[in-house]
C-alpha cells in the first residue's frame, strides 16, 4: 500500500516545482545582489517544495551556499550537493551534535555562549580548524549572541584560529518594511562588531526582503529563501519573482444541489441557488488552511471558483456554477496555486504569510519537478 503521494499519481492533489522558474529567480537575485554571494535557505525541505530537488538545481546554478535550521536537514541535504558547496546550520548544534555535525562538515550558527563552546571544544579535540558562522543579535531578540559577546570571541586569537568564522551574521526583524528604523539599527550594531575587529569576517544580513534594502545590506552573502520560490518581497523596486509551485487538486466529484442545500460540515454554506459544487481532493491535512473555507477559491481556466464551505480533513469544495456544464468533471485539476491562483493572494485570504501555505503542503501531495527549460519532467 502507498501511504503518501509519493509521486504515483492519483492523489487527491498534486505539486509541481519549476526548476526552471527557481533558476530564473536566483538569477534575478544574484543579479540583484552582486558582488555578494546568494545564499540558498532550504530549510524545512526547501520549504515544503522537496530540497533533494530543489538544492542541487541551485547549485547547479552556481549556489555554493545553503542553510538549513538543524542538523538533520544538513545531513540529508548533503548527499545531493557538489561537495564545495557549504551548509550552514541556523540554530545551531545542540551540546550532543555538535561532534556529528563536525564530522559530517556542516558548519553551524553559533547563537549562544555554550554553542560556541561545545564547538571549540570539537575542534581542540578533532585538531582540526572547524568553521562555523557567529550571529550577532542585533535587535531581533530571536537568535544569537549580545554584540558584547560576539566581538569578544571574534577577537579571541586562539577561538578565531580553532573556529574560523566564515561568516558574522545578524538577521533582519523588519526587512519587509523599506523605511523601518531598526534596519539601519541593525545594521549598524552589526558593523560596530565587525569594524572593532582587526580581520572582521565576512558578513551576511540579509533574506529575501533585505535584498531590496539596498547595497548596504547585502555584505558577502544573502540569505534568500521565500524569493527563491517565488513569492516576491512586496517591496518598491523588487522585481516580480517567478512562479515556481503550481497546486493543483483533483475533483472528486461534482453534483447539482438546489438553492436551499447545505455544503459541508455544520452546513456553514447554504446554496442562495441553484448551483454546482465540486468536492476536491486537497483538505487541510494536505496543509490548506480550514480558514480557506467561505474565503479562498480555485482557479479553471481563468475563471475564479469561490471555495464554498468548511475545508475538512480531505477535501474541500468549490462552486463551480460559474462554468459551462461538463467544463469541469471528475478527474480534472483545477489550480488552488500557480499563476493564476497566487500564493501572496492565497496567504492573505487565509490571513497568514506566504511561507506558511508553503510549508505546511503536505506529504500526501505528489511533487513533480518541472524544467521548462528542457521540457524534461523528473519525477520526485
Ligand atoms: C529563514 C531565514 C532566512 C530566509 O528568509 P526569506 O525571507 O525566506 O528569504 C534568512 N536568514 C535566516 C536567519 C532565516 O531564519
Known amino acids: 500500500m502507498q501511504l503518501a503521494g509519493g509521486g504515483q499519481g492519483g492523489g487527491g492533489g498534486r505539486i509541481s516545482v519549476d526548476l526552471a522558474a527557481l533558476r530564473a529567480n536566483y538569477a534575478v537575485l544574484a543579479n ?126 586562539s577561538f578565531r584560529t580553532a573556529a574560523p568564522i566564515a561568516l558574522l551574521m545578524t538577521h533582519l526583524a523588519c526587512a519587509d518594511v523599506t523605511d523601518h528604523p531598526a534596519n539601519a539599527l541593525q545594521l549598524a550594531r552589526l558593523r560596530a562588531v565587525a569594524d572593532a575587529l582587526d580581520t572582521p569576517p565576512p558578513l551576511s544580513i540579509a533574506n529575501s526582503a533585505g535584498v531590496f534594502l539596498g547595497e548596504d545590506f547585502h555584505a558577502a552573502v544573502v540569505r534568500t529563501g521565500i524569493a527563491l520560490y517565488g513569492a516576491a518581497p512586496v517591496l518598491p523596486g523588487a522585481p516580480v519573482m517567478s512562479t515556481v509551485v503550481r497546486l493543483e487538486a483533483r475533483v472528486l466529484q461534482v453534483r447539482d444541489i438546489p438553492a436551499g442545500a447545505g455544503v459541508g460540515y455544520g452546513l456553514d454554506h447554504i446554496a442562495e441557488q441553484p448551483a454546482r459544487i465540486a468536492t476536491l481532493g486537497v483538505g487541510y491535512a494536505d496543509g490548506w488552511s480550514r480558514r480557506l473555507g467561505g474565503r479562498g477559491a480555485a482557479m479553471f481556466e481563468g475563471v475564479r471558483l469561490p471555495m464554498v464551505g468548511r475545508v475538512s480533513m480531505d477535501s474541500c469544495a468549490i462552486d463551480i456554477s460559474a462554468l459551462a456544464p461538463g467544463a469541469l468533471d471528475e478527474g480534472d485539476y483545477v489550480e488552488l496555486l500557480g499563476e493564476a491562483a497566487r500564493l501572496d493572494d492565497v496567504a492573505r485570504a487565509a490571513d497568514t504569510i506566504p511561507y506558511e501555505i508553503l510549508t505546511r503542503l503536505g506529504p500526501r501531495l505528489a511533487r513533480t519537478y518541472l524544467d521548462t527549460a528542457t521540457a524534461k519532467e523528473v519525477q520526485g
Open 32 to 157: 540583484a545582489a552582486a558582488p555578494a554571494a546568494v545564499g540558498a535557505v532550504v530549510k524545512a525541505d526547501a520549504y515544503g517544495l522537496g530540497a533533494a530537488a530543489v538544492a542541487p538545481a541551485l547549485a547547479a546554478a552556481g549556489c555554493r551556499q545553503f542553510f538549513v535550521a538543524v542538523l538533520s536537514e544538513a545531513l540529508a541535504l548533503q548527499p545531493h550537493l557538489p561537495a564545495d558547496a557549504v551548509i550552514y546550520v541556523l540554530n545551531g548544534l545542540a551540546s550532543d551534535e555538535a561532534e556529528r555535525g563536525a564530522a559530517a562538515g556542516v558548519r553551524p550558527v553559533l547563537n549562544t555562549s555554550r554553542q560556541a563552546r561545545d564547538w571549540l571544544e570539537v575542534a581542540q579535540r578533532v585538531r582540526r580548524p572547524l568553521d562555523a558562522a557567529l550571529q550577532v543579535d542585533t535587535g531581533m531578540s530571536r537568535l544569537g549572541l549580545s554584540p558584547e559577546t560576539a566581538q569578544a570571541l571574534a577577537a579571541d586569537a
